[in-house]
């Protein structure tokens, strides 16, 4: 079976994170998802509102999703797809090209974004709500 992998923060699930999910598991039979933990996201630069726990959790539950890991660090992508067999890594096309070095030890692919829809502009529109 197909082994496909990503990685990202999941904050405030909403449908952009469904969307690549769902495109995510039609592209193998197996699909591994990295959740950001709170430390790794300071690193990031990236504040998260929910805690690593909780977005663990939701990613998890989804039917698609057979596997959540901890994503700590940058550098783990490698060891990571070497440790569970990955055949496809795959990310949404905002970091198209940033992992094309992964490339000699599986399929590297950039999935569309979805529109108008992300965890900073619901932070905005909830400030107005
Ligand atoms: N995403 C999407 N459409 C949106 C918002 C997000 O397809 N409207 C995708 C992103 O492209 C990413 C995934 O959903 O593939 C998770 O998004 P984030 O939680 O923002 O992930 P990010 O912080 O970019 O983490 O090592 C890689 C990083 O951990 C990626």
Redesign the pocket.
Known sequence: DVTVI??????MF????L??INRLSELGGRLIV?V?TDE??RE?G?RNLMPYEQRAAIVGSIKNVDFVIP?ES?AQ?RSDINKYGVDVF??????KGQ?DFLSDICRVVY?????????TELKKSLKNF
Do not use: M, P, Q, V
């Not at 990503?6 to 904050?11: I, K, N, P, Q």
């Not at 999935?111 to 965890?119: M, P």
């Open positions: 990503t990685y990202g923060t999941f904050d909403h449908i952009g994170h969307n690549l990295a950001s790794f996201n990031k990236k994503e940058w992508k795959a990310i949404g096309d905002d970091w992992f999935l569309e974004r979805t529109k108008d829809i992300s965890t």
